[in-house]
């Protein structure tokens, strides 16, 4: 039919074939064809990329000529007839041995195939339709999986960052603890040693030489293995007693205009390093019990920044020499007259 002679009804049965091209048989690409030229027979009403379509809207079946012309036009797309009256016989025949599939429809908007070409086409229709709703439902559940799993890594980091944060301020907040009680500790040995030097100007020296001579670190550190859980508490705490006394005789003999130099940073380090060994022995910051290995190794390293700690001492202030021992002999070239 060409297209100065269809009516309102037969532009409806178009539209109508399009639908049901694009939804039922899955050629989503179909259109009604606005380029057909006038009374041609050969005209296509539906056109697609690979599909080809004729629609009747006559009170006639469809005959056999009408067939051959959609035949001829589809070429090797999909060859589709949509028929409101029906088909011959023949038109039947000839249909389904040069596979063109014809479908019968009513004004009320039902349609279905006539031909087993038809009826095929409505199935792979159908396969195709359930194929692509499967694979687009795949697309959609690995997305929203994979959605979900990012939140969820997201959701672990953040909560990993928050963690992290809490464990740093805790123990932010637990050093300045420890630091504001090795401060004062550090302070009030400090005043204590001063005050013993107004009453007895040689105290510092006592206690500089009692700090050098002591082996208490070295027999602790030797025998922590052996120690028990009873005992360790009281030795790490006779160490720790020693380093503060050490901390206090570096800032006596130490003038403040030496506190920038190398060898005093180089002793408060030991100290500390020494102070945080002890602590570690002693199982601070720890959960559960530190076995004895543990500790040994830690007494060790104390034992070493002790070592580093009175040699600075000894330098600062030397052992007092013996009486009665002589002094070496000097050349006589080197003797003042």
């Known amino acids: 039919m060409n297209q100065v002679t269809k009516n309102p009804q037969w532009r409806d049965a178009e539209r109508f074939a399009e639908r049901h091209a694009r939804t039922v048989l899955a050629f989503v690409d179909v259109r009604v064809a606005v380029d057909a030229q006038p009374g041609a027979d050969g005209a296509l009403d539906l056109v697609g990329h690979d599909f080809s379509g004729r629609v009747e809207h006559q009170r006639n079946p469809v005959e056999r000529a009408e067939i051959e012309n959609l ?49 095929d086409l409505v199935l792979k229709a159908q396969a195709e339709s359930a194929r692509q709703v499967r694979a687009a439902t795949e697309i959609v559940s690995r997305h929203a999986t994979a959605t979900r799993l990012e939140a969820e890594r997201r959701e672990r980091e953040a909560l990993a960052d928050a963690l992290r944060a809490e464990g740093e301020a805790r123990d932010a907040a637990e050093r300045q603890r420890i630091t504001k009680a090795r401060n004062e500790t550090l302070l009030g040995r400090t005043v204590v040693l001063l005050l013993q030097m107004q009453v007895r100007p040689d105290a510092l020296r006592e206690t500089v030489q009692h700090l050098v001579h002591s082996t208490i670190v070295s027999a602790v550190a030797v025998n922590a293995a052996q120690m028990s859980l009873s005992e360790r508490p009281h030795a790490v705490a006779l160490v720790r007693s020693l380093f503060d006394d050490a901390a206090a005789a570096i800032e006596v003999v130490t003038p403040a205009a030496a506190h920038d130099t190398t060898n005093y940073w180089a002793s408060k380090q030991a100290i500390e390093r020494g102070l945080d060994a002890l602590d570690a022995a002693d199982g601070l910051g720890s959960v559960g019990h530190v076995g004895p290995d543990e500790v040994s190794s830690r007494l060790r390293a104390a034992e070493r920044c002790w070592r580093a700690v009175v040699d600075e001492l000894e330098r600062r202030i030397p052992a007092p020499r013996l009486a009665g021992v002589p002094e070496p002999r000097r050349a006589r070239h080197l003797t003042t007259t």
């Not at 023949?90 to 041995?97: F, G, I, P, Q, T």
Request: a positive charge.
């Open 71 to 119: 035949r001829a036009a589809a070429g090797s797309t999909v060859a589709t007839f949509y028929s409101r009256s029906g088909f011959t016989k023949v038109a039947v025949l000839y249909a389904e041995e040069h596979r063109v599939a014809l479908f019968g429809y009513t004004d009320s908007g039902f349609a279905s195939p006539v031909n087993q070409c038809a009826a």
